[in-house]
């Protein structure tokens, strides 16, 4: 067997990955130790490329990290335009990058999107390329079901770091999907493209055919699987039915053939799903597999912010991850509607970003807001060059504090009236950081 990650701290080693997650998030690196071993964290990096890695931690205990997609589509082929988003993804605090193309010459776009992204863990989903290359190579969706393990493999060669799996989906739950009141049966891309695989071919999910051959060569490649959730809801209508319930039962018996062979998984969610049930999903994901790594797409609590899908998933965001969500996979404002451009993907960054910082603060206090409070202190002296570095986008703040002329210290919303400015030579006692940060109880939000 090869020696994963996840094996070498399955026999008390703290890997080194580990050591620099610890540092950075401010955790004990035995108790990260232990939860990478029994599969509650996974880590997302791909030492065989050259330059620098980043090391991207994800899980229990661990701040809430985000994905943004990028990749063409099978009408718009502009491998420009997608180095472009990767850049983006990088200079606006990206924690991981997946590339979803269709469209142009798969191979080559993915290996450009990896060298614009460098540091950021890629990650990728097999399918598209088995089912747009093996189109054409076959003649029609007739294609062998190695052919799709083939296309794994290529993946991993290439230096892919993570890739989503849609083992879950069985041909029965396919089936039984298709023939159901749903109002979108499967709303996966990948998992339509299998399941119309399946019932053509009349054959079985050929990852779960391969299965066992898939975990060895994640194991090879030290590799994450993501393991996908074809029968997420579509639809508010069609959340916590029968056919997203049976699906993540399955993902949680794959989740543990995972564990056995020390290959590191995480497991996808919703999906379009209304607040209150958020946490529900949330706790019974958790509980179900043990305490997996939870990576959700929203959630968007609402179907109906159409060019605002960003600002949906914002609030479906934050409470999946005041909940317990350990991993957001961000929207544009073109969700639904279009391939996003560069200045979408910046949106939908930020705003989940966002998203997964409020999330942070409601469930870890004091531990994650730290720069909330530095920035506060700034703001209450007026002290704008300190406060331009806590924006998401410093650029686009200076741009909206300057749009008036300005006459004041102040910003032009009170100008001379400003609360900060009138009372300034009243102020007698300002606190310091580190007393204001005890305000957040521990007890309310312990640390991890």
């Given at each position: 067997?090869?020696?994963?990650?996840?094996?070498?701290?399955?026999?008390?080693?703290?890997?080194?990955?580990i050591?620099?997650?610890?540092?950075?998030e401010?955790?004990?690196?035995?108790?990260?130790?232990?939860?990478?071993?029994?599969?509650?964290?996974?880590?997302?990096?791909?030492?065989?490329?050259?330059?620098?890695?980043?090391?991207?931690?994800?899980?229990?205990g661990?701040f809430?990290?985000?994905?943004?997609?990028?990749g063409?589509?099978?009408?718009?082929?502009?491998?420009?335009?997608?180095?472009e988003?990767?850049?983006?993804?990088?200079?606006?605090?990206?924690?991981?990058?997946m590339?979803?193309?269709?469209?142009?010459?798969?191979?080559?776009?993915?290996?450009?999107?990896?060298?614009?992204?460098?540091?950021?863990?890629?990650?990728?989903?097999?399918?598209?390329?088995?089912?747009?290359?093996?189109?054409?190579?076959y003649?029609?969706?007739t294609?062998?079901?190695?052919?799709?393990?083939k296309?794994?493999?290529?993946?991993?060669?290439?230096?892919?770091?993570?890739?989503?799996?849609?083992?879950?989906?069985?041909r029965?739950l396919?089936?039984?999907?298709?023939?159901?009141?749903?109002?979108?049966?499967i709303?996966?891309?990948?998992?339509?493209?299998?399941?119309?695989w399946?019932?053509?071919?009349?054959?079985?999910?050929?990852?779960?055919?391969?299965?066992?051959?898939?975990?060895?060569?994640?194991?090879?490649?030290?590799?994450?699987?993501?393991?996908?959730?074809?029968?997420?809801?579509?639809?508010?209508a069609?959340?916590?039915?029968?056919?997203?319930?049976?699906?993540?039962?399955?993902?949680?018996?794959l989740l543990?053939?995972?564990r056995?062979?020390?290959?590191?998984?995480?497991?996808?969610?919703?999906?379009?799903?209304?607040?209150?049930?958020i946490p529900?999903?949330?706790?019974?994901?958790?509980?179900?597999?043990?305490?997996?790594?939870?990576y959700?797409?929203?959630?968007?609590?609402?179907?109906?912010?159409?060019?605002y899908?960003?600002?949906?998933?914002?609030?479906?965001?934050?409470?999946?991850?005041?909940?317990?969500a350990?991993?957001?996979?961000?929207?544009?404002?073109?969700?639904?509607l279009?391939?996003?451009?560069?200045?979408?993907?910046?949106?939908?960054?930020?705003?989940?970003?966002?998203?997964?910082?409020?999330?942070?603060?409601?469930?870890?206090?004091?531990?994650?807001?730290?720069?909330?409070?530095?920035?506060?202190?700034?703001?209450?002296?007026?002290?704008?060059?300190?406060?331009?570095?806590?924006?998401?986008?410093?650029?686009?703040?200076?741009?909206?504090?300057?749009?008036?002329p300005?006459?004041?210290?102040?910003?032009?919303?009170?100008?001379?009236?400003?609360?900060?400015?009138?009372?300034?030579?009243?102020?007698?006692n300002?606190?310091?950081?580190?007393e204001?940060l005890?305000?957040?109880?521990?007890?309310?939000?312990?640390?991890?």
């Amino acid at each position: 067997m090869a020696k994963t990650i996840m094996a070498a701290a399955s026999t008390g080693s703290i890997p080194e990955e580990i050591e620099i997650i610890a540092r950075e998030e401010g955790l004990p690196a035995e108790k990260l130790r232990t939860r990478l071993a029994e599969g509650r964290i996974a880590v997302l990096r791909n030492t065989r490329r050259m330059g620098t890695v980043r090391i991207v931690g994800v899980g229990e205990g661990l701040f809430a990290k985000v994905n943004v997609n990028v990749g063409t589509s099978g009408t718009v082929v502009d491998p420009s335009m997608e180095a472009e988003k990767a850049r983006i993804a990088v200079r606006y605090g990206s924690d991981t990058i997946m590339d979803l193309s269709m469209g142009g010459d798969l191979d080559e776009i993915r290996r450009l999107i990896m060298r614009e992204a460098t540091p950021l863990p890629l990650g990728t989903v097999p399918t598209y390329q088995a089912w747009v290359e093996g189109l054409k190579r076959y003649g029609g969706i007739t294609m062998p079901s190695d052919w799709f393990i083939k296309i794994v493999e290529r993946h991993l060669k290439d230096g892919v770091d993570y890739m989503t799996i849609h083992v879950a989906l069985s041909r029965r739950l396919a089936e039984k999907a298709l023939k159901s009141k749903r109002v979108i049966p499967i709303t996966s891309r990948g998992g339509a493209l299998l399941a119309a695989w399946m019932i053509e071919n009349r054959e079985e999910n050929p990852y779960r055919q391969h299965w066992d051959y898939l975990l060895e060569l994640f194991a090879e490649y030290d590799a994450v699987i993501s393991i996908g959730d074809s029968l997420r809801p579509g639809t508010i209508a069609d959340q916590h039915d029968e056919l997203q319930v049976e699906e993540l039962v399955e993902a949680a018996r794959l989740l543990e053939d995972t564990r056995r062979m020390k290959v590191q998984a995480i497991v996808e969610g919703p999906g379009h799903m209304t607040l209150d049930q958020i946490p529900v999903n949330i706790r019974l994901m958790k509980q179900i597999t043990k305490g997996a790594p939870y990576y959700v797409l929203g959630p968007l609590p609402t179907d109906t912010a159409m060019g605002y899908d960003h600002i949906a998933l914002a609030i479906g965001g934050a409470l999946a991850v005041a909940s317990g969500a350990d991993f957001l996979c961000y929207l544009t404002p073109a969700e639904h509607l279009s391939l996003p451009t560069p200045s979408q993907v910046k949106e939908g960054l930020i705003a989940t970003k966002i998203a997964a910082h409020v999330g942070d603060l409601a469930r870890y206090g004091r531990r994650a807001a730290r720069r909330d409070v530095e920035l506060s202190m700034h703001r209450a002296r007026l002290d704008w060059d300190k406060m331009w570095q806590y924006a998401p986008d410093p650029q686009h703040a200076k741009r909206i504090y300057s749009q008036f002329p300005q006459a004041t210290k102040a910003c032009n919303m009170c100008g001379q009236y400003c609360a900060c400015l009138v009372l300034a030579k009243h102020r007698t006692n300002p606190p310091e950081l580190e007393e204001t940060l005890q305000r957040f109880n521990p007890l309310t939000a312990p640390l991890p």
